[in-house]
T-cell receptor, first 115, second 117 residues
Framework: AQSVTQPDIHITVSEGASLELRCNYSYGATPYLFWYVQSPGQGLQLLLKYFSGDTLVQGIKGFEAEFKRSQSSFNLRKPSVHWSDAAEYFCAVLESGGSNYKLTFGKGTLLTVNP | GAVVSQHPSRVICKSGTSVKIECRSLDFQATTMFWYRQFPKQSLMLMATSNEGSKATYEQGVEKDKFLINHASLTLSTLTVTSAHPEDSSFYIC?????????????FGDGTRLSIL
């Protein structure tokens, strides 16, 4: 089975500072990778995804992520964090499950933004 | 964009009752729907996958008789927690996809907070 590791359970940054959230995956073939954001009591919103091509992908809300096959990583970055970015962030990989493709999520990283 | 509506958003009920959660795709046909369970401060755990008109496929360790899933139409799937007990309290999230290709996006509902007293 595939797996996704988010090493940081909780990260605190100051507003305006840069952000990097780490994600490592285990997948035999070319992975389809995703980053989702979840506000408290809400569902998941897709920030960005990587399927193929350019390894640096741009997403919504000023986020970007870089796929590095050699490091099995897909880290999420933002140059300047806003207070509204405080939320839980999940990295996910799409894997084949019988007749369906299904998402496997990491445990998430909680982002706190200090004023 | 594609919208998935989940209802109710919150439900509180007594132990022993059954609770039904609805998941609707509002502007697309959801050939595949997924049900997840999320414990506090933890990740989403896939419970089951259902294709329209077929029986749901449950993940290992999920009791199919306890968590009944129906996907009778291309816009509606329901999860019924039967004879709910306090340990079933959790945040349940549905997700829907149109088509089965790897490139098909998966859209999430806003979740249902289930509290069993």
């Amino acid at each position: 089975a595939q797996s996704v590791t988010q090493p940081d359970i909780h990260i605190t940054v100051s507003e305006g500072a840069s952000l990097e959230l780490r994600c490592n995956y285990s997948y035999g073939a070319t992975p389809y990778l995703f980053w989702y954001v979840q506000s408290p009591g809400q569902g998941l919103q897709l920030l960005l995804k990587y399927f193929s091509g350019d390894t640096l992908v741009q997403g919504i809300k000023g986020f970007e992520a870089e796929f590095k096959r050699s490091q099995s990583s897909f880290n999420l970055r933002k140059p300047s964090v806003h207070w509204s970015d405080a939320a839980e962030y999940f990295c996910a990989v799409l894997e084949s499950g019988g007749s369906n493709y299904k998402l496997t999520f990491g445990k998430g990283t909680l982002l706190t933004v200090n004023p | 964009g594609a919208v998935v509506s989940q209802h109710p958003s919150r439900v509180i009920c007594k132990s022993g009752t059954s609770v039904k959660i609805e998941c609707r795709s509002l502007d697309f046909q959801a050939t595949t729907m997924f049900w997840y369970r999320q414990f506090p401060k933890q990740s989403l755990m896939l419970m089951a996958t259902s294709n329209e008109g077929s029986k749901a496929t449950y993940e290992q360790g999920v009791e199919k008789d306890k968590f009944l899933i129906n996907h009778a139409s291309l816009t509606l799937s329901t999860l019924t927690v039967t004879s709910a007990h306090p340990e079933d309290s959790s945040f349940y999230i549905c997700s829907a996809r149109s088509g089965q290709g790897r490139n098909q996006p998966q859209h999430f509902g806003d979740g249902t907070r289930l509290s069993i007293l």
